[in-house]
Each structure stands twice: as structure tokens, then as C-alpha cells.
């Protein structure tokens, strides 16, 4: 299995909702990414897992809340966010950085609009 | 300050021709690692070729080859025989060391359209 798996695909939510979108990988990467995506625009990272503790928030709203429960899943839950925050979520994986080869593989995305 | 630059919006080449699309890099570490990425419309980012700072030979992936240039810091992709299928954005990215861990960051990207 060399994919990483986001779901859903597409999510709607209104600004007092709460909801969580979650990335999936099984290919025994031990490091695991948010980014957000604006139109246009080159991905930007938010969070970084590492052996399933966070070590890298660039300075993200608390809106925005990180989970690693495991090392294959990756979840970010979503509360009270703002239209502004409409976005291509993308989750991704890497091999250990000390690993012969650690690349980047990155899930298709979750297009979030907030209404 | 911007880490990685490139410098062309937008870019046209004709079906069956090679185009080059560009990108200088800024760092200060010996170790670093070069990356390109397709993202068509529908959003997924795909992985096309990777070139490591110590790499002696430019990277090569089928119809995707990396001029790198380690002196003047450029690592522009050439893609051969384009097909429409190539029209995208096209993302070069830079693995970046930070406090035990790393990420990857992003160029601004380059739209090519791939004209029949």
C-alpha cells in the first residue's frame, strides 16, 4: 500500500460546527503532515507528527486541533471556523529522515468550504 | 525569507516539445533535498523527482529529468515530449530542517498548459 488516504473528499460546514477530517497511511511512515492549500496558492504546513508527537505547530489557530492517535492515522479536528478557512486541507507521509530515501507522499485532499 | 523561487507564473509548450520549468533554492545546510511536484486540477500532489544535495548525477524519471546546478542553487525540471496530460501546476519544494524534525516547503508554482 503506498497511498495516504484522506477523508472526505469534500465537507460543507457551518461556523459553529464541529467536525474532523482524518488521513490514513500504512506504509510504516513514522512522520505525518497537515497543510493548507488556498486557491492559487503553494501548500503551506500547518502541523507535523513524529513518532506520534507533534513537533511542529506553525502557530495555527486553536480552531484547528491535531490528533495522532496511531501511527498510520492522522486526524485534525475542525471547530467555530471562519469563511476565511475555506481550503484544500492536504495530508501527508515521510519515512524516517534518516532513512535512505524519505519522500513526501501526499493524499488527494479535503476541499473544506465554511458557510 | 523565500527559500524557494520560481519565477515563472505561467508556461505554454506545444504538444511533443520539452519545456523547463525553473527553480532556485535558498540554504545554508550542506544536507538538503529537492523536490518536484504535479497538481492537477482535481488537487492530489504527485510526486515526479527528487535530487539530494550529495546526488552526483542529475536525477532522471522517465520523461522528467532535474538540471541541477548545485553552485548557482537551481534544480530546474525539463520535461520531454509533453502531452496534454502535463498541463498543471507544477510545485519544486525543499525539505527543511526544523527543532529535530522537518518539512517541506513549497515554491510558488508554475501553471503550464500544454497547447495541442
Known amino acids: 500500500d503506498t497511498e495516504v488516504t484522506q477523508t472526505p473528499k469534500h465537507l460543507v460546514m457551518g461556523m459553529t460546527n464541529k467536525k474532523s477530517l482524518k488521513c490514513e497511511q500504512h506504509m510504516g511512515h513514522r512522520a505525518m503532515y497537515w497543510y493548507k492549500q488556498k486557491a492559487k496558492k503553494p501548500p503551506e504546513l500547518m502541523f507535523v507528527?513524529?513518532?506520534?508527537?507533534?513537533?511542529i505547530n506553525e502557530s495555527v489557530p486553536s480552531r484547528f486541533s491535531p490528533e495522532c492517535p496511531n501511527s498510520s492515522l492522522l486526524n485534525l479536528h475542525l471547530h467555530a471556523l471562519q469563511p476565511e478557512d475555506s481550503a484544500l486541507y492536504l495530508c501527508?507521509?515521510?519515512?524516517?529522515?534518516?532513512?535512505?530515501?524519505?519522500?513526501?507522499?501526499f493524499g488527494s485532499g479535503t476541499r473544506l468550504t465554511v458557510v | 525569507a523565500q527559500k524557494i523561487t520560481q519565477t515563472q507564473p505561467g508556461m505554454f509548450v506545444q504538444e511533443k516539445e520539452a519545456v523547463t520549468l525553473d527553480c532556485t533554492y535558498d540554504?545554508?545546510?550542506?544536507?538538503?533535498?529537492l523536490f518536484w511536484y504535479k497538481q492537477p486540477s482535481s488537487g492530489e500532489m504527485i510526486f515526479l523527482i527528487y535530487?539530494?544535495?550529495?546526488?552526483?548525477q542529475n536525477a532522471t524519471e522517465g520523461r522528467y529529468s532535474l538540471n541541477f546546478q548545485k553552485a548557482r542553487k537551481s534544480a530546474n525540471l525539463v520535461i520531454s515530449a509533453s502531452q496534454l496530460g502535463d498541463s498543471a501546476m507544477y510545485f519544486c519544494a525543499m525539505r527543511e530542517p526544523q527543532g529535530g524534525s522537518e518539512k517541506l516547503v513549497f515554491g510558488k508554482g508554475t501553471k503550464l498548459t500544454v497547447n495541442p
Open positions: 507528527y513524529s513518532y506520534e508527537k507533534l513537533s
Open positions: 501527508a507521509s515521510s519515512q524516517d529522515r534518516t532513512g535512505p530515501d524519505y519522500g513526501y507522499t
Open positions: 540554504t545554508s545546510d550542506p544536507s538538503y533535498g
Open positions: 535530487q539530494g544535495s550529495y546526488d552526483q
